[in-house]
Structures are given as structure tokens and as C-alpha cells.
């Protein structure tokens, strides 16, 4: 079990351009939570997906930033129009269940907007 | 409101001195809390929840409930101890993660 999978693991876009972000869960695992953290700040909840449903996106921003997770593929966090305070380090973390289990993370994306 | 403090950015101790990462939180319910932990160029990953009330790598933390706080504790640092350490709140909801800022571990030799 390769654990779950980030890619890319690093991205420089431009101001305005869009940005992608994708994440593999654990075999098995239908839960996946995306996590922001910007320099000299702990990690952030945005996103809680399951298959093909949004079940909380509390923590992300009201515009240029979506969430899916399709019944076949990866995750994707995708962030238009970037600014330069998008940059960051992403996370996406996966559990087997609903609640409170463990979490496993990726490697995270690092998105530097320039 | 929900939140996690690590008032300590960085600490710093000597090889087999005692350790104590310390971890305050707010949140009204039962909460369920964690220790994550960053190696150099590895993966964010649990150390351990007060729910198993295990001892990872010779760490224990105990929850207060009185005073809130899920501190961190090893009686002998050890180099390899070396890390990030994230303190973090579940939400018993949807299991989301609330984290506190982190702090630093450096075991010097």
C-alpha cells in the first residue's frame, strides 16, 4: 500500500492562472480531508469529502476554491485565479471511517504563486 | 469556539533530559485528541490519541480535563526525537482535525 499519494508535489503558478491539485487515498479508504498550511502557521481543515459528496467545506474560502472527490479518480482541490496568499502547503489526509480515526496524510503539494 | 494552543514554538534539550510539549485546548463536548509528528523529510503521521492511551516511542500524554490540556511527555530524549510535533482536536462530527501551530523538538547531543 503506497499510502496516499499528492501530486505534484510542488507547483509555481502565475498570478490569475488556475491551479490543481489532485490526491490519491489509501486503498480501501473513501474519506478525504484537505488541510492548509501557510508559512509559520499550523495546518488549517478546508475540505471533508466523501465519494461524490461534499460533507463540510466550513473551512474554505467563499470564492475561487473547489473541492471534488469522483467516483473514479483522485481528490482535486482546485484553486482559480490564484493570488500570491495562496501560497502554501497542502495537505490531503484519508480515513477508512466517518469520524474521529486516524488520518493518514500525503506529502503535501507546495503551490508558490508568483 | 474550537482551538488548539502550543505555546512553545521551539524547544530545545539535551539527550536524555525529560520532555514536555505542551498542548491546551478549547472545545465544548468530548474531545478526542492526538499527537502527530513530522520527521525531517517524512510524512505527517500519528504518534498517538488519548482514546488507546499507549506509549509511542516512550511518549505518553494525558488528558485534563480540568486544565484541558493533552501534554506530551518522555522521561529520556533521544537525538531521533527530533521533529515537528502537532497537537490536534478531533471534531466528533465529520473527524476533521483542528491543529495547534506546532513545536519544534530539538534533541541536541
Known amino acids: 500500500n503506497a499510502g496516499v499519494m499528492q501530486n505534484p508535489r510542488h507547483l509555481v503558478r502565475r498570478r490569475g492562472q488556475e491551479a490543481r491539485l489532485r490526491c490519491s487515498p489509501m486503498k480501501g479508504h473513501s474519506h478525504v480531508y484537505w488541510y492548509r498550511q501557510l508559512p509559520e502557521e499550523g495546518l488549517k481543515f478546508m475540505v471533508y469529502l466523501q465519494k461524490e459528496n461534499i460533507i463540510d467545506e466550513s473551512g474554505m474560502p467563499k470564492e475561487r476554491f473547489s473541492a471534488e472527490f469522483p467516483k473514479e479518480g483522485p481528490s482535486i482541490l482546485r484553486i482559480q485565479q490564484v493570488v500570491r496568499g495562496d501560497s502554501a502547503a497542502y495537505f490531503c489526509?484519508?480515513?477508512?471511517?466517518?469520524?474521529?480515526?486516524?488520518?493518514?496524510f500525503g506529502p503535501g503539494t507546495r503551490l508558490t504563486v508568483t | 469556539a474550537q482551538r488548539v494552543t502550543q505555546p512553545e514554538k521551539l524547544l530545545s534539550v539535551f539527550k536524555g533530559a525529560p520532555v514536555e510539549l505542551k498542548c491546551n485546548y478549547s472545545y465544548s463536548g468530548s474531545p478526542e485528541l492526538f499527537w502527530y509528528v513530522q520527521y525531517s523529510r517524512q510524512r505527517l503521521q500519528l504518534l498517538l490519541r488519548?482514546?488507546s492511551r499507549e506509549s509511542i516511542k516512550g511518549f505518553t500524554a494525558d488528558l485534563n480535563k480540568g486544565e484541558t490540556s493533552f501534554h506530551l511527555k518522555k522521561p529520556f530524549a533521544q537525538e531521533e526525537d527530533s521533529a515537528m510535533y502537532y497537537c490536534a482536536l478531533s471534531s466528533s462530527n465529520t473527524g476533521k482535525l483542528i491543529f495547534g501551530q506546532g513545536t519544534t523538538l530539538q534533541v541536541k547531543p
Open positions: 488519548h482514546i
Open positions: 489526509a484519508s480515513s477508512s471511517t466517518r469520524g474521529q480515526d486516524e488520518q493518514y
